[in-house]
């Protein structure tokens, strides 16, 4: 898994102007970043020059569906795909949800570089880019059973195996921070209210 | 130079939990990136593994002080570090100004990945960084007639020359946004009124 | 239905400082403005001689319970009462939530002209306009079975007859947008997650 | 000049579809409308069969530079168009400022009916609406000596003529809402701090 | 329960600096305040000099599960503990949530006097506090049958005793907005829709 | 100066409801809480049973106008009443400005204690709280050329004698949060650019 993809990429498609063109977005709230996530940025890497990841949900944390803090999941990813040896053609960008989802995609322009495809599964994303003139690209969903974040945090929740769902460094990045014992403390606020 | 930096660090930083201490933070706007951003870079670069640059005020654009949006900036940005080879080394994070400096800092800190040290020139910056415990480092002004981003969007409104301030991917950006009407533009709104 | 309503009011009315008495405000979603709302504002206009249509939850789109944005919203609205010739007397003002239900009414009456009696369904809208001092009527709610917004969107995502609810510039309106189609994809979000 | 301008419209523009092809959007601040805004919007209006005139930086009020609320500012207009007889073809949109101009028109987009060309005279309006694909149309500026919004605030101030700046209408809510006091203490503020 | 609790105080420890070193927070929504909330300040006292109650979701408002605005829930504990004669031991600080769950302990941190330690039952605010470094301290839940803010909302809205819950100053300031009438009007909103 | 005002009072006003009446307002920035507003105070509260004081601006901090938080403001004020044992009957309430004149009233009222007469001297706050039907008392400029929170500051950075214009509470506090240095450092800003 720690093949570097370089050699993949057609050498044609480096050069110049040409490279722009193919540079990808995929968007996703990462919480956390799993292994489903990196087979499918492996994927559009393969593709693409470039990879813009955009970390959705930015300003999310500390509850149970979002746990992590943008800072932490954009650790996550900075550490795997260094260790993947593919960060040479990866951004990593924190986009904060707005309450206005008609101006959301011009939004994520505004901070974003250009991109020329939209990798995403979430219909309302993919709905919004589609409605603003983007191609987009469904992602497959493999492995559910493991890779899904919802899996993870039911997992960590239930002392069951979570590691295995998670690149290592990931899993490192999650103990630092002491990530189960906040998910199970925040499971606590259903109990009481 | 468009020498690689990879050389110059010394090997024995690269090694798991030790290359996390060596990451620093540079914060700036960059309107635009110009040439004096890419020297202090490059030297913060030689002494640490990783750096995280910060593109401030990221809700800004298409005033007279700030003309680009985020994604203009880290367009400009991420073509520089790739001709320069460095894009391997460098994160990008666009801040959002808040209007509330007490948590200025804390926000930034929920939006990144961990840092070291913080590099940067402007007394509120660096005044907020310190009151929050980090270590911080002013970084040199150099060459300030040419490298400022208020002398290289002067000459943008006069027609003087610009283009030697700022790296060559920048001026090629700037050019394709068309970013010289769109200062002379705005500019005529103190005339009006 | 296409009969123009200048006749029914009573001409003393609308003689200079008076007319400004007769003003109504008429708030809803109106996601989308279907039939029964276009009774009602016809029924207000028999008695007052000018409504202001608040376009509320103005920054909602793009989900299953509020599809479609405040510019569509009006859009619809504009082209029926052209069609019901009743757009001389009718204003139409889009307004955000605010997140502060304590100051939304002094919200509303900065943003519209002054308004003599507040016409609505929502509890918390009557509550509201009522705790500030103004003359609340609730509306009638006529032919649930057809002329409601849930049961309308119901009819959508089921390829059921929707087209009778509301009036045949709504109809118009929704299918250039391709209203149906945004509703069908975003009904998958609760399917993946 | 209470002339209606129906009769000024070549019949054949209104024809269903056609009809919406000639909607003008017209954007200001209106601090307060004056007989200047008018002229401009007669003159639209000779040759666009409807009018939205955008109200801008809406949320202001209460300043020396904006001292009406949007409430205010709407009411001088509908009173106004009233009287000249061409509320029909008119809408009044209140717009907030966002802190974020590169996603300002997709905002305004979201929250209007649809609109085929532009007039403003504010340059960073103009760029903006330019630079999202819009026809735009800058406002000759008439009578500057009188029809200008800084200058009949100044003449508030010190007590000289500017009802003659403005509809009768106008001046009517001014008087109302004791425009022309708040302006005087407003301006106390520059002299303690 | 009127007593003072200023005799129970150590003598020593109101002396300078040292008082600061015994200032708690604590932290509630206080919908309404409830003699289970007096109970907890009153034992609060007895152990440290000075309480900061901080009144949190300040925002929220007319819902049923946050019927009272901050200022009128404000209301309900300075004349409690004026009653109380404890007034002069304690400060009352209206707190937003924040949609950004990693920076609100330093926005408390911004707006209240130093304190020492933390007294909360939520899970949310007892696990952001502690990632922060604050010493925490779970209250205990006493009575919970008829000492439970959800409890008292579902007595004023099933007609039942719910006097007997709060503080007689409490009672009385619900009487006076008329509390129980909004909490029934409000509990409309889920028949229509 | 530290004589307790509660002799002062007239003992009939401290009877159950008649007490609500006589509380005061008193709205300020506060940066820092100077002689001047201590005397006021007092003032008030020979009059007044009770005083909420307003800490406004309160998101402001780290700037040379607005240097202080409001967690640091509210730090003088507690510990100076308490010195002047006067603080059983006074409130301190943080306010953030918001960006929309015409609600912020309304936004006051939702977040204090009710109130019967409002003290201060900026125009601003004095015109809102008229037009919203609030009693409204100019407080007396004294001692201008000490008790002036632009003299203040402007001593601080001059390293002129700033404590003699400050109660020595307010100084300690100063001195704790190394308060000088702030301002130094912030005022570099002007410098650079």
């Known amino acids: 898994m720690s093949v570097s993809l370089h050699s993949i990429l057609p050498k044609q498609l480096y050069t110049g102007r040409k490279r722009r063109v193919m540079r990808?977005?995929?968007?996703?709230?990462?919480?956390?970043?799993?292994?489903?996530?990196?087979?499918?940025?492996?994927?559009?890497?393969?593709?693409?020059?470039?990879?813009?990841?955009?970390?959705?949900?930015?300003?999310?944390?500390?509850?149970?569906?979002?746990?992590?803090?943008?800072?932490?999941?954009?650790?996550?990813?900075?550490?795997?795909?260094?260790?993947?040896?593919?960060?040479?053609?990866?951004?990593?960008?924190?986009?904060?949800?707005?309450?206005?989802?008609?101006?959301?995609?011009?939004?994520?322009?505004?901070?974003?570089?250009s991109f020329d495809v939209v990798f995403s599964n979430e219909p309302l994303t993919v709905r919004l880019f589609k409605e603003a003139g983007h191609a987009v690209k469904q992602t497959e969903l493999m492995n559910r059973s493991k890779w899904s974040g919802t899996e993870i945090r039911r997992r960590m929740l239930n002392d069951e195996a979570w590691e295995e769902c998670v690149p290592s460094s990931v899993a490192r990045v999650i103990k630092e921070i002491d990530g189960v014992s906040r998910i199970k403390e925040l499971s606590e606020s259903d109990k009481i209210k």
Chains 1, 2, 3, 4, 5, 6 share one sequence.
């Not at 149970?64 to 053609?89: C, H, V, W, Y």
């Not at 008609?102 to 322009?109: D, F, L, P, Q």
């Open 24 to 113: 990808a977005l995929y968007a996703g709230r990462f919480q956390p970043f799993h292994l489903g996530h990196l087979e499918i940025l492996k994927k559009i890497l393969t593709e693409h020059y470039e990879v813009v990841i955009l970390v959705g949900s930015a300003q999310l944390s500390h509850t149970l569906e979002n746990p992590f803090t943008a800072g932490e999941r954009i650790q996550m990813i900075t550490e795997t795909i260094d260790e993947e040896k593919i960060s040479k053609r990866v951004y990593i960008i924190p986009i904060d949800d707005i309450n206005r989802h008609s101006v959301w995609v011009t939004h994520v322009e505004s901070l974003t570089p």
